[in-house]
T-cell receptor, first 113, second 113 residues
Framework: DTGVSQDPRHKITKRGQNVTFRCDPISEHNRLYWYRQTLGQGPEFLTYFQNEAQLEKSRLLSDRFSAERPKGSFSTLEIQRTEQGDSAMYLC???????????FGSGTQLSVL | GDSVTQMEGPVTLSEEAFLTINCTYTATGYPSLFWYVQYPGEGLQLLLKATKADDKGSNKGFEATYRKETTSFHLEKGSVQVSDSAVYFCALSDRSSNYKLTFGKGTLLTVNP
């Protein structure tokens, strides 16, 4: 069990640029979740996948956000035309199908200047 | 919708002091309840959980009891250590919501020697 990996750990970008984050879940985990955490707040759910299917998206996930999980393995989260309000920690988690325990990665800290 | 309210921080204690972090929840179903911990620079880790009323979760000297009558899941530890300094998140999940976690805002605990 190598854990959930996220890349990059930190990303600084200028407003209006596009950014993409990657998450590698624990290999046998069917479910993959994306969360966003801002300073002083708990993580907020963005979206989740079961294998390659994206089954739910939060209303927090505007049209500028898109997530994919091709082949049901790693996942990417892309933010287009970034805004300063997108600055946050983006967390990925994975779990077994029907499992309550989520395993979290260390997150990608995004700063939009 | 589901929500979690936890004690505002920060909390500062001396080593060997008693810790309580309050957590209450609102849920439409019968959720499972969790405490996650986030050490500096690391991802969230599951600390303990309880899946039904009157269950007690425990780990590393921490305990929390699922109290349905008061919709609470308070975290306690009899004697904290400097190494317990971290942010603690109360959370719930429900099968009907596909085990998405709903988090509280987090409580920063600092333990001084």
């Amino acid at each position: 069990d190598t854990g959930v990996s996220q890349d990059p750990r930190h990303k600084i970008t200028k407003r209006g640029q596009n950014v993409t984050f990657r998450c590698d879940p624990i290999s046998e985990h069917n479910r993959l979740y994306w969360y966003r955490q801002t300073l002083g707040q708990g993580p907020e759910f963005l979206t989740y996948f079961q294998n390659e299917a994206q089954l739910e998206k939060s209303r927090l996930l505007s049209d500028r956000f898109s997530a994919e999980r091709p082949k049901g393995s790693f996942s990417t989260l892309e933010i287009q035309r970034t805004e300063q309000g997108d600055s946050a920690m983006y967390l990925c988690a994975s779990s077994l199908l029907g499992g309550e325990k989520l395993f979290f990665g260390s997150g990608t800290q995004l700063s939009v200047l | 919708g589901d929500s979690v309210t936890q004690m505002e921080g920060p909390v500062t204690l001396s080593e060997e002091a008693f810790l309580t972090i309050n957590c209450t929840y609102t849920a439409t179903g019968y959720p499972s309840l969790f405490w996650y911990v986030q050490y500096p620079g690391e991802g969230l880790q599951l600390l303990l959980k309880a899946t039904k009323a009157d269950d007690k979760g425990s780990n590393k000297g921490f305990e929390a009891t699922y109290r349905k009558e008061t919709t609470s899941f308070h975290l306690e530890k009899g004697s904290v250590q400097v190494s317990d300094s971290a942010v603690y998140f109360c959370a719930l999940s429900d099968r009907s919501s596909n085990y998405k976690l709903t988090f509280g805002k987090g409580t920063l605990l600092t333990v001084n020697p």
